[in-house]
């Protein structure tokens, strides 16, 4: 997973592509920086902070059990998020401190007004998950 190889493969399954303008929530010093770096080397730009003015692409938010609730950190997101664009939960894997239960995602994203899509090992230490605003969440 640490190979360019590996990287890789993880960034074209989030589905990062150049010019992308991607919000990141909950960087700590227990994220990941390798997958941090290709996926701004892989969209173009530095990922963007904090509270912005603009609509984004994308939103990585990492998140750890322990870090407050998580509904909310997810409608924070949304708030930021252009139409289409998908929120990355990036959560420790299993056996990893301040690991998520799948269970708790799995309830927390309806709330938010989110459909789980996949999960995958994105980094050696963290599963990604593909949130997107419902359907009916839009009108």
């Not at 640490?2 to 493969?9: D, E, I, K, T, Y």
């Not at 993880?10 to 990941?32: A, K, Q, W």
């Not at 239960?101 to 799995?106: F, T, W």
């Amino acid at each position: 997973m640490n190979s360019p190889q590996g990287l890789a493969v993880s960034i074209d399954r989030l589905g990062i592509v150049p010019g992308e303008l991607i919000l990141e929530f909950g960087h700590d010093v227990d994220c990941d920086e390798q997958l941090r770096h290709a996926i701004e080397t892989k969209s173009g730009s530095k990922m963007l902070n904090g509270h912005v003015d603009e609509v984004v692409d994308a939103v990585i938010l990492w998140w750890r059990e322990g870090d407050g609730d998580l509904v909310d950190d997810l409608v924070d997101g949304l708030t930021y998020l252009s139409e289409n664009g998908p929120i990355w939960l990036l959560t420790p894997k299993v056996g990893i401190a301040g690991h998520v239960e799948p269970s708790d995602i799995q309830d927390s994203a309806p709330t938010a007004g989110l459909t789980q899509t996949v999960s995958f090992l994105v980094a050696p230490n963290w599963t990604a998950t593909k949130l997107v605003a419902r359907k009916s969440a839009k009108r």
